[in-house]
């Protein structure tokens, strides 16, 4: 009986061993980890069920659990939108350049805000030190003589991001507009030290750039903004 119960536990080193080569043969790092970590497991339960369980490695497989569960969960949530707010969803869906977890680096950087009485935002000509995404449609837009207002949501200083110029229209939001701000330094900032979330951002605020340009009058008055659709309206001026 024994041996037998030897040939047992020595069948979880087999197991354990099959579970971290199938891991290490994988590309995907959220796969690898988790095999790795069943492996891992196996290396416990075999330590713990000697005769004379072995503590030494039973607490070092321990710590290297914890460890892999760990970045797993890190892993999770830089593929999903789990633990997201509704609000944040719906700001991650403007973003669709960025994955669930370099959207969240960027939410850090951000401070969402409601309006209580309006409150210009941007002012034609200026160079602006903070880059928005509006929430609601509504807000005004004011570039020369021409007014209008957008009638979906949109950012407001993202040429700014991308070039330093300033902006083309002043922009002005009512009371009760929900919206969020970034520090264009802080913006910059991390775009060097990430340079796929940089990239990302990039893309996403280059396409609405090219949006605006493709909208806009012969004068360079811009059309209704960001819209993934032709507008129905006529053209209007954008920020």
């Given at each position: 009986m024994q041996i037998e119960s030897l040939f047992q536990l020595e069948s979880l080193v087999v197991i354990s061993l099959l579970f971290k080569m199938i891991g290490y043969l994988v590309r995907d790092e959220l796969l690898l980890r988790l095999l790795v970590t069943i492996g891992i497991i196996c290396d416990v339960l075999f330590y713990v069920l000697q005769p004379i369980p072995l503590l030494?490695?039973?607490?070092?497989?321990?710590?290297l659990i914890a460890i892999n569960l760990g970045i797993l969960v890190i892993l999770i949530l830089e593929r999903t939108t789990l633990a997201m707010s509704d609000r944040e969803k719906r700001l991650f869906a403007a973003f669709d350049t960025l994955t669930p977890g370099q959207f969240r680096k960027l939410r850090r950087l951000g401070q969402f805000h409601t309006t209580t009485a309006r409150t210009e935002i941007l002012t034609e000509g200026e160079t602006p030190a903070t880059l928005y995404y509006v929430e609601n449609a509504g807000f005004e837009l004011k570039k020369a003589e021409l007014l209008a207002k957008a009638d979906r949501p949109g950012f407001a200083g993202e040429i700014a991001f991308l070039n330093g110029s300033s902006a083309s229209a002043t922009v002005t939001l009512p009371p009760g507009t929900d919206y969020i701000a970034w520090s264009v330094a802080d913006l910059r900032k991390i775009s060097r030290r990430?340079?796929?979330?940089?990239?990302?951002?990039?893309?996403?605020?280059?396409?609405?750039?090219?949006?605006?340009l493709t909208n806009s009058f012969p004068t360079g008055a811009l059309a209704d903004i960001r819209s993934q659709q032709p507008p129905s309206n006529p053209p209007q001026p954008s920020a």
């Open positions: 030494p490695p039973v607490i070092s497989s321990l710590i990430n340079r796929a979330l940089g990239n990302a951002l990039i893309a996403r605020f280059s396409l609405d750039l090219a949006q605006k």
